[in-house]
């Protein structure tokens, strides 16, 4: 998998992220609503190796990293999976995120969750996506609510580890394919809007600005690299259209 952000590269793992991975894991605050103890390297391994193997056998869902799209050699940004939900159901996954904390409150979370919704429902054609956190977990639920999660029940936290705010339990959440559908613009329906605009207002720059975006649309499609709406925002202010 590999989709692609204003800000972000969203990649398939590889077993070469082991390291990186270990130092996301290895933060407090990423840990916090998650497990009491920092996991070890060889606990990180093990889980690395996990999901390289489910990511094997589903080419379109699985487990992913974020790195910055203007240099993908630097260290992570965050891992993220839009795995099978319950009894493996590929058409109706899950969604989870964890992001390196020198990143927090940019809203990368957001950014790249949104790539990964795009995907699930165009390319795996999913009906429903879901998503779960503790109730403490205030930032996680606000990403939700801005994704157009809606939140839709509680259950127990039943693992054994005393993390901080079990006792809330933990948030459900889901969005079904319509919501998404009402509050998602086909980009290239509105590209095909804005060039019929030009060609009305017979405005020849703005017709060859437009044709030059549609170009780069197709450069970055024929790369592999999902062209997300907020991609396609970006290239139209950096050619000097207001989206």
């Known amino acids: 998998m590999m989709l692609r952000t204003p800000r972000l590269l969203i990649r398939s793992l590889l077993a070469s992220d082991q390291q990186a991975l270990h130092d996301l894991n290895s933060h407090d605050e990423v840990q916090h609503f998650l497990r009491s103890a920092i996991p070890s390297e060889e606990e990180d391994a093990a889980s690395l190796h996990r999901q390289l193997a489910a990511n094997r056998l ?31 159901d590929i058409f109706n996954p899950e969604l989870g995120w964890r992001l390196h904390p020198s990143v927090w409150g940019q809203g990368l979370a957001t950014e790249a969750c949104r790539a990964l919704l795009e995907h699930a429902f165009t390319t795996v054609q999913a009906s429903s996506v879901t998503a779960e956190t503790l109730a403490a977990n205030l930032a996680s639920r606000r990403v939700m609510a801005r994704l157009g999660m809606a939140e839709t029940g ?9 993390v901080p705010g079990r006792e809330q339990g933990v948030v459900q959440a889901r969005i ?4 998404w559908l009402d509050t998602h613009e086909d980009v290239r329906s509105a590209l095909h809007e804005l060039q019929a605009w030009a060609l009305k207002e017979r405005d020849k720059s703005a017709l060859e600005t437009l044709r030059t975006l549609g170009m780069d649309l197709a450069r970055i499609e024929t790369d592999g690299v999902r062209a997300s709406q907020d991609l396609v925002a970006e290239l139209a202010r950096a050619r000097g259209i207001r989206w």
């Open 58 to 88: 589903h080419h379109d869902l699985g487990h992913v990293v974020a790195v910055p799209a203007e240099d993908p050699s630097a260290p992570l940004v965050g891992w993220f999976h839009l795995r099978p939900g319950p009894d493996g």
């Open 154 to 162: 509680m259950r127990d936290w039943t693992s054994p580890d005393p």
């Open 176 to 179: 079904g394919l319509r919501t």
